[in-house]
């Protein structure tokens, strides 16, 4: 495929994915970008997995909801790929396949179709932000947000080890991600990297760590330790050497 004909049809394959998100979608023509991928994938939120799709270009990774029957989409969140951080995981919490991405704001597991397929999305996005770091003009991002434990996995606070009811509701400390009560997540600290002014809430724990480490003048983040239906589909690659799209895994 000649260099004008490839052009033209990114261009294309671009423009379709900005319509898909409607008017309240933001703008996604930019000079040397190219659709790379695109797939279903399964994000683990709060409460529960839901299916997203997810858009590779060789600067950003995209994702969004899907409405009126998987052609238009909604939620449109951006992540440059100098933020972004990959890291393969194993099977469980009632899905397979999964990995998880990093960003300084907000950190989330997702579940692949497949074992192909998200070794496909590592390779590709690890490759995709490797070729924009070297490149130049970008800084790799040095600090990521938590993942959050999700609501089912404790019935009780993770400090206090009173039991979750429904007036005692679970909330997530925003520094180590684990699952409190209220009283034990009373405090609030603005965490640089996930928002540069909003007072987040912590536990008591990561706020008395965080005053110690200021009258010692020591960073003493590192005293503890951090840590359905069937509804995404085959992902879709640009083949690089012959410049066409829509190759898949079966």
Known sequence: MDQLTFERENHERIQAVENSFGPSGKSLSKPGRFLIGEGR????????????AFFLFNDILMYGSAILDRRWYQKQKIIPLEDIQVEDMEDGMGANHQWLIRTPSKSFFVSSLSLEEKQTWIKHIKGCRSSLLHGGGCQPGTTFAVSWIPDQAAEKCMRCF??????????????CGFLVCNLCSKKREVIGHIHPTKQLRICNLCHTIKTRGDRTG???????????????RHSCWLDSERGSWGHMFT
């Open 41 to 52: 994938l399964m994000k683990r939120c709060r409460k529960k997995w839901k299916p997203k």
């Open 162 to 175: 009173s039991n979750f009811t429904a007036t005692k509701r679970r909330h997530h400390c925003r520094k």
């Open 218 to 232: 020591k960073d003493c983040s590192d005293e503890e330790e951090q840590e359905g239906m069937q509804t995404n």
